[in-house]
């Protein structure tokens, strides 16, 4: 469980860092553009299979990055531009959207929640896309196993206080909560 769930959290802090990253462009260069970079709320055809609303979907982000520097974003194999993750409650798996197969893979089982809450520049909660600076990360993990001999009274709750699994309580499954805040490394430069 320890490791799964270290293991995931290192997996989506590396790659949420990552986004925006646009190697052409530089903070006195306004000509270069930044829509198609940084958190999206859908991907261009033909990875449009779902949209985030980010007032609502706090289980699933999505965001792009030109990792070839080519200026567009791609879907080619390899590239690896269009990333997205998600909380599938009903399989219990952090599940990652592959933009080359166009489908959702799982990235870690036995995951009983994940919930992403977005903060501006000056650290206040925010649901506009743009303005995500900071993205902090709750990810609560559980044993393969139920335990018997074990009966969990612990409530999970993110920083916030925001109760990650109400059904939880009761049941008889080891948990791990680990709650990490990331700063997103590159800026959105806009045109003067």
């Not at 080619?76 to 599938?88: D, G, K």
């Not at 909660?125 to 993990?141: F, H, K, R």
């Not at 309580?169 to 990490?180: A, F, K, Q």
């Amino acid at each position: 469980m320890e490791q799964n769930l270290r293991g995931s959290l290192y997996l989506l802090t590396k790659e949420l860092r990552s986004a925006g990253y646009n190697p052409q462009q530089t903070p006195t260069d306004s000509s270069v553009p930044t829509t198609n970079f940084r958190f999206v709320t859908s991907f261009p055809a033909p990875n449009n299979l779902f949209t985030v609303d980010y007032t609502t979907a706090h289980s699933l982000v999505a965001f792009t990055l030109d990792s070839d520097g080519n200026g567009t974003i791609a879907s080619a194999p390899n590239n690896n531009e269009q990333i997205a993750y998600r909380f599938n409650n009903a399989q219990k798996t952090l599940e990652r959207f592959n933009d080359i197969t166009h489908q959702w893979e799982i990235a870690s089982s036995n995951i009983d929640a994940v919930y992403f809450t977005y903060f501006d520049q000056s650290k206040n909660i925010t649901t506009n896309p743009t303005t995500i600076e900071y993205v902090e990360i709750s990810l609560l993990a559980r044993t393969g196993k139920p335990d018997s001999k074990y009966t969990n009274t612990h409530v999970y709750t993110n920083k916030e206080g925001v109760n990650l699994c109400p059904a939880c309580v009761g049941d008889h499954y080891h948990r791990r909560l680990l709650t990490t805040t990331i700063q997103i490394r590159n800026k959105l430069v806009t045109a003067s």
